[in-house]
């Protein structure tokens, strides 16, 4: 597994690792064979407020700034090539909302940006929350990574 990480002014190496580590566990919890999971490539960007603002817009239509935006290359991991790269998705965090959050919340900045690195690697993965039920399996699945890699609540 490879993950870039660009634009990390701001973002600890402590963050950097729990988020490497929260998508390891996740990839092979979710069934990736040992030939994807060595495949897989992720893109993490980290953005401010104004600049996810116009992503958000450009292409969901709205025109206001989010917390994370996911872009996944396949529906699901049905559709991953057999062989050549696996390019999962691009994820793009807003470290300016993130800080917002975790103090709303009472939580720690670090957590709050692994939180929503979880939340976009389970949508690069076919996840959803459109609905009350799929919304219900999604947070369990976030806070079980969570909670594995020690960052609970």
């Given at each position: 597994?490879?993950?870039t990480?660009?634009?990390?002014?701001?973002?600890t190496?402590?963050?950097?690792?729990?988020?490497?580590k929260?998508?390891?566990?996740?990839?092979?919890?979710?069934?990736?064979?040992d030939?994807?999971?060595?495949?897989?490539?992720?893109s993490?960007?980290?953005?401010?407020?104004?600049?996810?603002?116009?992503?958000?817009?450009e292409?969901?239509?709205?025109?206001?700034?989010?917390?994370?935006?996911?872009?996944?290359?396949?529906?699901?991991?049905?559709?991953?090539?057999?062989?050549?790269?696996?390019?999962?998705?691009?994820?793009?965090?807003?470290?300016?909302?993130?800080?917002?959050?975790?103090?709303?919340?009472?939580?720690?900045?670090?957590r709050?940006?692994?939180?929503l690195?979880?939340?976009?690697?389970?949508?690069?993965?076919?996840?959803?929350?459109?609905?009350?039920?799929?919304?219900?399996?999604?947070r369990?699945?976030?806070?079980?990574?969570?909670?594995?890699?020690?960052?609970?609540?």
């Amino acid at each position: 597994m490879n993950i870039t990480f660009s634009k990390k002014c701001g973002v600890t190496p402590s963050i950097i690792s729990a988020m490497t580590k929260a998508a390891e566990i996740l990839l092979k919890e979710e069934g990736l064979t040992d030939d994807e999971f060595n495949r897989a490539e992720i893109s993490v960007t980290f953005l401010k407020s104004d600049k996810i603002q116009k992503l958000n817009y450009e292409y969901r239509g709205k025109d206001k700034s989010t917390d994370v935006l996911s872009f996944p290359m396949y529906e699901s991991p049905d559709d991953f090539p057999e062989e050549g790269e696996l390019q999962l998705g691009d994820v793009v965090i807003n470290k300016e909302q993130a800080q917002v959050q975790a103090e709303e919340y009472g939580h720690t900045y670090k957590r709050e940006m692994v939180y929503l690195f979880v939340h976009s690697m389970l949508h690069l993965l076919g996840y959803d929350h459109e609905d009350k039920e799929d919304k219900k399996t999604m947070r369990k699945r976030e806070e079980e990574i969570m909670k594995e890699i020690g960052i609970e609540r």
